[in-house]
């Protein structure tokens, strides 16, 4: 599935404001992982789909196994761009066989927190899905948290986890555990990289777009120091109209 995801096309979608990325961490850049790499090759998701024994036996265009078709339920929330990228993957994966339905959800019902709603992104009772995530503190450890063990959504805690792959690697939990530990910030990042790489390597998540928060400013204000860790407004005490 990951050779079969053409990153750079997705990340077009977002005009300057998109890159395409292998890690799960992208920020602070200090933390990024430099051992993953992406590519978008055709060639080598059928040879491993072939290796697996998934081959077109009745010659209906779509992989096959002991009598199971290879279709995938791919959802996601309700935008264009979103949808955009559906298809961009749907059409790939099509091209070697696999068959994938599409389906999406008005932003509402998509990241509902009702327990009760079974369309929403934590019961993922699907293939694949999309959204946005991401790092929102200047230390990883609250994100990172999302894929241990003790946070996989499920009935007993009413879906409100946020290991919503439900995901589950004694490898990850005790590199996480560490984490809250180490004092040395090198050693400390050296634990999120690794972590980063294990979700990677494991294909828990197929990281897309890194995409960046797009701002207008008159030019004729100065003073404005955009962080990622906070709001545009967060030093506004500090502008000041330039002089003409």
């Known amino acids: 599935l990951s050779y079969a995801v053409d990153r750079e ?37 059928a040879a491993l789909l072939d290796e697996a024994g998934w081959v077109d036996t009745d010659g209906d265009g779509i992989r096959d196994k002991a009598g199971q078709k290879l279709s ?11 949808q955009e990228t559906q298809r961009i993957v749907q059409r790939a994966l099509a091209s070697i066989g696999v068959e994938v339905e599409v389906q999406f959800f ?16 934590h019961h993922f009772y699907a293939d694949l899905e999309m ?29 409100s986890g946020a290991n919503i792959e439900r ?3 004694p ?10 530990r180490e004092l040395d910030p090198d050693k400390r990042k050296e634990l999120f990289i690794k972590m980063n790489d294990l979700l990677v390597e ?17 030019n004729t204000i100065a003073g404005l120091e955009l962080t990622p860790w906070d709001e545009a407004l967060w030093n506004i005490k500090d502008w000041r109209r330039r002089e003409q």
Request: include cysteine.
């Open 9 to 45: 096309a997705i990340a077009k979608l977002y005009g300057r404001s998109g890159r395409a990325v292998s890690n799960v961490l992208v920020s602070p850049a200090n933390f990024r992982s430099p051992n993953t790499s992406y590519e978008f090759n055709l060639d080598k998701a």
């Open 72 to 82: 995938l339920l791919f959802q996601t929330s309700a935008n264009s761009v979103r």
């Open 106 to 121: 008005d932003a509402s019902v998509f990241f509902s927190n009702d327990p009760n709603n079974s369309n929403t992104r």
């Open 131 to 159: 959204f946005s995530t991401g790092n929102r503190s200047p230390d990883p450890a609250v994100y990172f948290r999302n894929w241990t063990c003790a946070e996989i959504a499920q009935k007993a805690n009413n879906w």
């Open 167 to 169: 995901w589950c690697n």
């Open 171 to 180: 490898e990850y939990d005790a590199l996480f555990e560490q984490t809250q």
């Open 202 to 218: 494991d294909v828990v998540v197929i990281p897309l777009v890194h995409q960046a928060d797009v701002h207008g400013v008159s």
